[in-house]
């Protein structure tokens, strides 16, 4: 089936704006993350979600990262009041029930940068 | 969470093998080595994954040894689509993983 997928693909915004990132997991996967990569660095987690439960967002920077897949398959990623250091590419992964945790699918990722 | 250590980059030509190291000293005995390839301007993919010993699939192989404290990524005959940031994690086989990618090993293929 399809593969994972993110939107908006690029989002330009003026800081204290507030954005949304959009996350399409593959259909019936259960565990989704989000991810947070700088240039030249790995992928950093932000948050886990089990469902719809999210069952860990030690990863996000502050309070104003927010996350939430409330009926267990799409999630939104919002940061509230975008600030410079906030310009980074997005990712999200989603992996199945039934299958090895280790094995986790990558969207193509949202890039945001704010001006 | 294992730490594992890894070299920033590599260089190797077209048609040769290329080995990259992954140290992980303290990996728990839970643990899988799994290892994620990155091409530019996309997102990691995973590409194989042991606990020890040796593992073979189409597109690599990764050698564990008895004390399972290193491994090594073996890609065999690279071209260059091979060209990619390759990521070695140390991951549960179920559950949730708060994995931590690091910089990886940025592989270079040269003609």
Redesign the interface.
Known sequence: GAG?SQSPRYKVTKRGQDVALRCDPISGHV?L?W?RQAL??????LT?F?YEAQ??K??LPNDRFSAERPEGSISTLTIQRTEQRDSAMY?C?S?GEGA??????????TRLTVT | LAKTTQPISMDSYEGQEVNITCSHNNIATNDYITWYQQFPSQGPRFIIQGYKTKVTNEVASLFIPADRKSSTLSLPRVSLSDTAVYYCLAMTPGGYQKVTFGTGTKLQVIP
């Open positions: 994972v565990s993350y991810y030249g660095q790995g992928p950093e987690f886990y089990n069952q860990d030690s990863g990712r992964a992996s090895p945790a280790y094995e986790q699918y990558f969207g193509p990722g």
